[in-house]
C-alpha cells in the first residue's frame, strides 16, 4: 500500500533533519510573532518569546554529534573531481566547526558552562557555519550548471528514447533539490551573518524570521519523504 500523508509525516519525524525542521518552525514563527505583539501585547509576546527561546536551546541538544556528519562525508564521499574535493573539505570544515562549537554555546545559554562564553561561542559557531555555507553554494550552483549543460545536451539531440527523457526527469529533480539546498544556505548565511556582524537589517526580527523559514520550509521540501 502507497503511503499517505499520516505515514510520510511519520517517517519525516522519525529523522534528526526532519523534528529539526519542525521545531525551527516553530523557533522562527515565535519569533515573528513576538516581534508583531511586543507593542500592543507584551504579556503575550514574553510567553511567545520563551517559546522562541526553549525551540532554539532544543534544537542545539538535537544536533549534539551532528558535527561527525561532516567528517564521515570528507571520509566517505569526499567529491568526485579535485575540484569538489576542495570545496567539499572548506564546506564540510565549516559545518563542523559550526556543529562542535554549538554544543558549548547551548551549555553555556543553559547555565552548564559560564554563560559568559555564549557570545564567543556564538561567535565561532556562526562564523563556521557562514564560511561552510559559502562553499556549500558554489558546490551547487556548479552542478547546477553542468546540470543544464547536460540537459541541453539531450534536449538539442531530440532523441526520443525512455533513457533520454529519464535523465532529464533526474537532472531536473536534482535541480529542483540543489536550489532549496542553496535557498536554505543563503537564508542560514544570513541569520549567521547577523551573529557575526549585528547590522540594523541583517539583526531585524523580520528579516531573521523569514529567512529561518525559509530554510525550514525548504529542508521540509527535501526530507519530505517520496
Not at 26 to 39: D, G, M, N
Not at 53 to 74: D, I, P, Q
Not at 141 to 151: C, K, P, Q, V
Amino acid at each position: 500500500m502507497k503511503n499517505d500523508t499520516v505515514d510520510k509525516l511519520v517517517i519525516f519525524l522519525a529523522k534528526r533533519d526532519g523534528i529539526d525542521k519542525l521545531v525551527k518552525t516553530f523557533q522562527y514563527v515565535s519569533k515573528l510573532v513576538h516581534w508583531h505583539t511586543e507593542a500592543t501585547h507584551p504579556d503575550i509576546a514574553n510567553r511567545i518569546k520563551q517559546w522562541e527561546v526553549a525551540s532554539g536551546l532544543s534544537r542545539k541538544a538535537f544536533r549534539t554529534g551532528r558535527f561527525l556528519t561532516g567528517f564521515n562525508a570528507l571520509r566517505r564521499s569526499p567529491g568526485s573531481t579535485p575540484t569538489f574535493k576542495f570545496l567539499a573539505v572548506l564546506a564540510n570544515a565549516g559545518e563542523m566547526v559550526y556543529f562542535f562549537f554549538d554544543h558549548f554555546l547551548w551549555l553555556s545559554r543553559i547555565g552548564t558552562l559560564d554563560p559568559k562564553l555564549a557570545r564567543k561561542m556564538s561567535f565561532i559557531s556562526a562564523f563556521g557555519e557562514s564560511f561552510g555555507y559559502i562553499f556549500f553554494i558554489i558546490s551547487d550552483f556548479i552542478i547546477i550548471r553542468e546540470g543544464l549543460e547536460a540537459e541541453k545536451k539531450l534536449v538539442t539531440s531530440k532523441e526520443e528514447s525512455k533513457d533520454a527523457k529519464e535523465s532529464i526527469r533526474k537532472i531536473k529533480a536534482d535541480r529542483v533539490m540543489r536550489l532549496m539546498a542553496v535557498a536554505a544556505n543563503v537564508a542560514d548565511l544570513v541569520i549567521g551573518v547577523a551573529d557575526i556582524e549585528p547590522n540594523p537589517f541583517c539583526n531585524h526580527a523580520v528579516t531573521l524570521g523569514i529567512s529561518g523559514l525559509v530554510s525550514a520550509w525548504a529542508g521540509w521540501y527535501r526530507n519530505w519523504p517520496s
